[in-house]
RNA sequence: GUCCCCGUAGCUCAACGGAUAGAGCGUUGGCCUCCGGAGCCAAAAAUGCAGGUUCGAUUCCUGCCGGGGACACCA
């Protein structure tokens, strides 16, 4: 039982079963809310009063007569509010127990044992440039969501799918080929739709690179692998890892797509058209049916994708997490179908769409155009924990109007720093106490308003975690921080840790060690480390 | 034209279908004899428009208005 939360629930699902004979889907039926209405607020008697077009009043003083039973030693009160809330007020010894609980076990109070084997894709972007601040979200947010779900017990690997391969890399090629012929001043024409970025003109002049002009093969390698390292640069910086990086090559060289064509077409699903190769995706729900092989011969990046899916579906993972830019909405339904089409349960492929990164002049960022900011000088201007913070503080759905000055104003003025001056308050008390041990025989001390607030406030991580975790939304654990914070500074305004009575003073440091470990926690999902001074 | 995201305070964002719509920045005014004032306390200030569902709508549905994005034999 991590949190009581739970076991209320599970009380009023009993009661509803058994006094009126329904079965309600619905995984807590109490919630926290605000501390006026008690630690714990159901709305069960109004849905219930809907249901059976009764008075709502009427069902909420019966419930509150058999939850009394069932939890008469660990509520202080039960009030019920029109038109039919039932507020529950926990009693300050089952927090303290609580408190107790998470200082012997830290965090692992807060893990779950969900023993499933994750894969979640995220990033992948073309190595024909470095990153810049859009991508930048894709991977924070997919390294916080992988924190989360690792959190919960899953077996989760972060994987990087590779576009070593096709159009894009020949255009960077070229770009680069026509660089060095420029800078030995021959009269070239820069391809149309080459890349125009810096760093172009950056690796042309690389010795190494000119070297293999000539050899086109090894030439493309060396380009390929100085864009790749750029890229490791930039997640290193941002404490991101990789387990694999998956090669969209290996799948071509290794006939995985061809392989998958013939299983297709061995289904019926692939049929010629205008010398072009036709999946018929419409079977399986898209809108339309789609080219895996063009009338040149060329494969299409769908079809990649289909035996990618494939080799992943393969590798017996339980989950598969994509996160997309929003371009690839209208992508989804194409994926899907094949995950079908290849008998196999498409929900085992979830699909997060993470919403643009839009820049301030509202000038498009792109490779091609060198139009970007870079990732890398995000990270210099505001450091890692900033950056990493400034990607979280958006829903995933939300578009995320990027200013460089405002990141960098913001690292100085940012709910970030809110947040870690708890830490930084915290660590500066304990380096005032010689021995920090926590005694818990010391907790039941705890009897003021303001601390028994912090204590409650503590207490609702869990139900900030189950948000995070089942909506893939990392911002939930920085509202919650927040909030955390917001309490614990209140409490520090009002009430001193080290106090003259030795009792409150070891009650508080108890209080305060479980602030730590929860801040700590939460902080680690987010991937930011908790200062000890500022 | 079809589809997706977003319209909340002067600005940037919150709010599981719930109770008095919350924060930060900015503005105005208080608080350091005391563990760190990057903090605390207080004031002014907001749901684009019109319907619908509901005991209850910022949230769900429909239409409109406004902003952004996607709709390839591109990747």
């Known amino acids: 039982m991590k949190s009581f939360q739970e076991k209320v629930s599970h009380a009023l699902e009993k009661i509803i079963k058994k006094d009126y004979n329904l079965f309600l889907e619905h995984p807590l039926w109490a919630l926290p809310q605000k501390q006026e209405f008690g630690d714990l607020s159901s709305m069960v008697a109004l849905k219930l009063a809907s249901l059976l077009k009764k008075d709502p009043l009427e069902i909420a003083a019966g419930i509150k007569i058999s939850l009394e039973k069932v939890l008469s030693k660990d509520v202080d009160k039960i009030e019920i509010l029109r038109p039919g809330f039932i507020n529950i007020f926990i009693s300050p010894k089952i927090l303290i127990k609580s408190l107790n609980k998470i200082l012997k076990s830290k965090d692992k109070f807060f893990r779950s044992q969900i023993k499933r084997k994750v894969l979640i894709e995220f990033l992948s972007a073309n190595p024909t440039g470095p990153l810049s601040v859009a991508h930048g979200r894709q991977a924070v947010v997919g390294d916080a969501i992988a924190n989360v779900l690792e959190f919960f017990g899953n077996d989760v690997k972060r994987e990087y799918y590779l576009n070593d391969e096709g159009r894009q890399i020949e255009r960077l ?67 991101i890892k990789f387990d694999n990086w998956f090669s969209q090559k290996t799948l071509i060289s290794g006939k995985k797509v061809e392989g998958v064509i013939d299983l297709l077409k061995k289904k019926s699903l692939i049929y010629e058209k205008d010398g072009a190769l036709w999946f018929s995706s419409t079977k399986f729900g898209d809108d339309k049916d789609r080219v895996i092989k063009k009338a040149d011969g060329e494969l299409t990046y769908f079809a990649s994708d289909i035996a990618y899916h494939k080799d992943k579906i393969d590798r017996k993972i339980d989950k598969l997490i994509n996160l997309w830019g929003p371009d690839h909405h209208g992508y989804i339904k194409r994926v899907k179908s094949a995950i079908k089409a290849l008998k196999h349960d498409q929900d085992i492929l979830k699909i997060i769409i993470i919403q643009l990164v839009t820049l301030k002049t509202k000038e498009r960022m792109s490779k091609r155009a060198g139009t970007m900011i870079l ?24 578009h995320l109007e990027f200013d460089l000055d405002l990141a960098k104003e913001a690292s100085f003025n940012n709910p970030l720093y809110y947040i870690q001056y708890v830490c930084a308050r915290i660590e500066s008390i304990f380096r005032k106490i010689e021995d920090v041990s926590f005694n818990s025989s010391f907790s039941k001390f705890l009897k003021d308003p303001e601390e028994l607030a912090l204590l409650r406030a503590l207490l609702q991580f869990p139900y900030c975690l189950e948000k995070a975790y089942h909506s893939q939304e990392p911002v939930f654990v920085i509202e919650f921080l927040k909030d955390l914070a917001a309490s614990f500074h209140k409490f520090y305004e009002k009430k001193r840790v080290l106090d003259d009575d030795k009792k409150v003073s070891q009650a508080r440091t108890n209080l305060v060690g479980a602030v730590r470990i929860v801040f700590h926690c939460g902080l680690s999902l987010l991937g930011i480390k908790p200062v000890e001074r500022m």
Do not use: C, H
């Not at 450091?383 to 400034?390: K, Q």
């Open 173 to 239: 090629v070229d770009s680069v080929l026509a660089r060095i012929k420029e800078n030995r001043g021959e009269d070239v024409v820069f391809p149309e739709d080459g890349y125009k970025g810096e760093y172009v003109s950056a690796t042309a002049s690389s010795l190494s690179i000119i070297k293999l002009e000539l050899d086109r093969e090894r030439l493309t390698k060396a380009i390929l692998k100085e864009q790749i390292d750029l890229i490791k640069g930039d997640l290193k910086a941002l404490g």
């Open 375 to 398: 990732l890398s000088d995000l990270i210099k201007d505001v450091g890692p924990d900033a950056t990493r913070f400034y990607y979280l503080t958006r829903r995933n759905s939300s």
